[in-house]
DNA sequence: TTCTTCACGCTTTTT
DNA sequence: GCGTGAAGAA
């Protein structure tokens, strides 16, 4: 392969050579200490600690373009990698106000996974693939896993696709192919037969032309590690390398870092060991850990002074952080002034919860401050839903980030099989989802038939259809509509030639009634799965071949952002906010079991605290003006009712710079009533009388009985809340006419009229007069 | 073959 | 409390 630059390689090139020398000394001026040293530290390994808000973005584009300015390296000598499409566009945006467009020689910034896939297409038959390998998504993996434990005569109920995949994709994340993996993780899955299966895995895989995620890494490392003189190619070629996010490598990714830095050790990684929140991906820590170690004569950079946010809040996050053990450990500090504290609330459940921060968002937001200047972060997606009720009910604009991926859903994942399919009919696994969707009458048993064929006869199952056409083992309907499937199928082909992807995919969709099978569908979503339908075509036509297109799918999840953000709360899960910063950041759930994740401390002990402990860190140092954390004494969690205690990371938070507020409560609860906290409590009790508080008391002993048979009535803590009410809800002669007012059901509304127990309420959100004998909120 | 019902189980998520 | 997936009914 040739290392020559391009025309446009040299064009770039030109035009860099042509650039004025003082424009290097601009890059410059205006960085710190710390930063202009990380940026002029160009030879050997770095490793850059950069703490949350200390410019890292800025300090690592200044770094390339400074390289690229004093003519160290060419834009295509530098690797830079990501680990989301997301950071390597915005890298490359930064990077392109600093040099202009010579940053579109920058062929080597990417993720991990789109730089090791050029690499691999290139060498693919060192591994055994053809250059046009598909990659697969993580449905398909799970589907063929499937496939091998039920070849393997496996019970399918007890041990699950999901499940060896996790395992496959483990092993994948420590680099290990088959043979490496250790034989005491054999036992571990299928009765010992974990091992077979991962290599019957694999050798699927390379029978259907695939490559799953991780293989794009574990191949690469397997074609360095075979073939020094590839291996030589690429450590030539990369002058420089950098790396974001170190702190969130996996085995693997470190493996293939080193092997390509071994020749120049020009390598510079940055990262935050405190912010290492991936673990249960197989992220290791322990890689910026040693940094040091292993990649000696390391130089390490820490960049501490904090841009973001006020004391209180580095206070509280580093405060907090300083519980953990084995940190590299920095001291972040600022220059903001402000002496607002960090805001603690205890309130009586979920749902008041939600109240309360709607209303200080609406308070803000009276103030002036836009909505999407305030962000909700939760520990786990479910948390959402109680804040979404909220602000509909409350009419307030909100924005999910996350949720379900554009690629992800049904009828694209349809919609790409058939493309796949046409790219090529040797994908088995995309035959086997589009064959009979549409339902075309070749159903499970026909699909059966066509599987073992094709196993038997070694070859895709189009062509075993083809072959079983010729005979009578598939008979009637479902011999009618393979005939018709497979010469679409042939047809598309042809067409695909001189087709663009956009017209190709439209005639695809109508030609197989996949578009009829939706118009014709009765559920609720299958309108909007008609416009995401439109959406892929249009997507589509804006590439010019189809391998280009659905190379481009296969490693880009994102949805396009549906519309704008503008003046709206933003509300998502805190591993989404890693990276974002609001002015004023909300951080409910804050209880034992929930955040901290019992999940994660059973499963992984003191490592999975620890990790649950980064990620509040996270969630804190994403505040610049205002942090509030929040927690509930009672809460549902999947139905069920439980009274869980205060998070162990709110005794860990600095007292004085923490503002307690012991919310009184919706319906006028007393400020007693609520949860005893530890030293922020004015009346703070001993150990063991530690949560004992009536509220609490009444609740779980009503929980204790229910667990002891109990025949179920109304959740405990809603009798508990019952009392309450009765005894502090506002009479009927409290309210008044005008009064605006806040109902579970209809949101805000006006009293227009009362008449004995009953209000008469105009309702803002529905423009509905309705007469209410429930409760209503005074607002 | 396809439609319906019931049980189950359930963090975090990128590529 | 809800969506998914596998077993029965039409």
Redesign the pocket.
């Known amino acids: 392969m040739s290392t020559k630059p391009s025309l446009s390689e040299r064009a770039a090139l030109a035009a860099r050579d042509g650039a004025p020398a003082s424009e290097a000394a601009d890059y410059l001026s205006g960085l710190n200490p710390a930063q202009r040293e990380a940026v002029e530290t160009t030879e050997g390994p770095v490793l850059m600690l950069a703490g949350a808000g200390t410019g890292k973005t800025r300090a690592l584009t200044t770094r390339m373009a400074h390289i690229l300015a004093t003519r160290r390296a060419a834009p295509w000598q530098i690797l830079a990698v990501t ?4 950071a390597a566009r915005e890298m490359k945006d930064r990077i392109r106000k600093l040099i202009g467009d010579s940053v579109e020689g920058m062929q080597w910034l990417g ?4 730089i090791s896939a050029q690499i691999l297409r290139r060498h693919a038959e060192i591994v055994g693939l053809k250059s046009s390998f598909t990659i697969i ?2 449905d398909d993996q799970v589907r063929l896993c ?1 496939q091998v434990i039920e070849a393997a005569n496996l019970d ?2 007890r041990w699950t696709g999901r499940g060896l995949a996790a395992f496959i994709d483990d092993w994948k994340n420590r680099g290990l192919i088959p043979s490496k993996v250790p034989a005491g993780e054999a036992g571990l899955f299928g009765n010992g037969k974990g091992i077979d299966l991962y290599k019957a895995y694999q050798s699927r895989l390379i029978t259907l032309n695939a490559a799953d ?2 293989d794009l890494l574990v191949h690469c490392l397997t074609i360095f590690q075979t073939h020094p003189d590839v291996l030589k190619t690429y450590q030539d070629k990369f002058r420089y390398m950098l790396v974001d996010e170190y702190q969130d490598t996996n085995v693997a990714q470190y493996l293939w870092l080193r092997l390509l830095a071994q020749q120049n050790h020009n390598i510079c990684c940055v990262g935050d060991d405190d912010q290492s ?1 991936y673990g ?2 197989g992220a290791e820590v322990t890689n910026i850990l040693n940094f040091e170690k292993d990649f000696p004569g390391a130089k390490v950079i820490r960049l501490e002074q904090n841009y973001r946010s006020t004391p209180s809040i580095l206070a509280a996050a580093s405060y907090l952080i300083d519980h953990n053990k084995n940190r590299l450990g920095k001291t972040l500090w600022t220059d903001v002034d402000s002496d607002e504290k960090v805001k603690l609330r205890g309130v009586w459940d979920a749902e008041e919860e939600a109240r309360a921060i709607t209303d200080d968002i609406e308070s803000e937001h009276t103030k002036g401050r836009s909505l999407s200047d305030m962000a909700v972060l939760v ?4 948390q959402m839903r109680s804040f979404e009720e909220r602000f509909n009910m409350a009419g307030l604009a909100y924005q999910v980030v ?1 949720g379900p ?1 554009f690629y992800e859903r049904e009828e694209t994942r349809d919609a790409l099989a058939y493309l796949r399919l046409v790219r090529n009919p040797e994908d088995d696994l995309s035959f086997a989802r589009v064959v ?1 969707k549409p ?8 699909l059966q038939k066509l599987m073992v064929a094709g196993r038997r006869m070694n070859c895709s199952m189009a062509e075993a259809g083809r072959r079983l056409l010729e005979t009578d083992e598939i008979k009637g ?2 011999k009618t509509s393979l005939r018709a499937f497979l010469e679409a199928l042939d047809r598309w082909q042809v067409e695909a030639e001189d087709k663009r992807p956009g017209e190709l995919a439209e005639q695809v969709l109508d030609e197989s009634n996949y578009t009829l099978y939706w118009k014709n569908h009765k559920s609720p979503q299958a309108p909007s799965k008609l416009e995401n339908l439109k959406e892929l075509a249009q997507a589509a036509s804006e590439f010019d071949t189809l391998p280009a297109y659905l190379d481009h799918v296969s ?4 949805v396009n952002s549906n519309g704008s953000t503008d003046g709206k709360i933003w509300l ?2 805190l ?2 906010a890693k990276g974002l910063e609001f002015p004023v950041v909300f951080l409910p759930g804050w209880e034992e079991e929930i955040f901290p ?1 019992k ?2 401390v059973d ?2 002990g003191e490592d ?1 605290l620890q990790e ?1 402990r980064r990620l509040a860190y996270v969630g804190i140092t994403r505040a610049e003006e205002s942090c509030r954390i929040s927690f509930a004494a009672n809460r ?1 969690v ?3 009712w439980k009274s869980p205690l205060p998070s162990r990371f709110i005794d860990e938070l600095p007292e004085d710079h923490v503002d307690v507020q012991s919310e009184p409560g919706l319906y006028g609860a007393k400020a007693a009533d609520l949860p005893a906290y530890s030293r922020f409590n004015a009346s703070k009790v001993e150990d063991d009388t530690y949560y004992d508080n009536p509220g609490w008391k009444r609740a779980r002993e009503a929980t204790a009985r229910r667990k002891a048979g109990a025949r179920r009535t109304s959740p405990p803590q809603l009798e508990a809340k019952a009392d309450l009410i009765a005894s502090n809800a506002p009479g009927i002669s409290d309210y008044k006419i005008g009064e605006r007012v806040f109902h579970q059901k209809f949101g805000y509304g006006k009293i227009i009229g009362i008449e004995g127990n009953k209000l008469e309420i105009d309702f803002e959100m529905s423009g509905a007069k309705k007469v209410i004998d429930s409760f209503v909120e005074k607002h």
């Open positions: 680990f989301t499409n997301k993720t991990f996974h789109s998504d993580t499937k399918p109920k995620f991780g929140i249960w991906r520990r786990a997606s479910y996350g991926r009979n339902p075309r009458g070749f159903g499970d048993t026909s309907k479902a490693l880009v999840s994102e998502m899960t591993h989404a994740s999940r994660s499963e992984s999975g649950e549902q999947f139905g069920q």
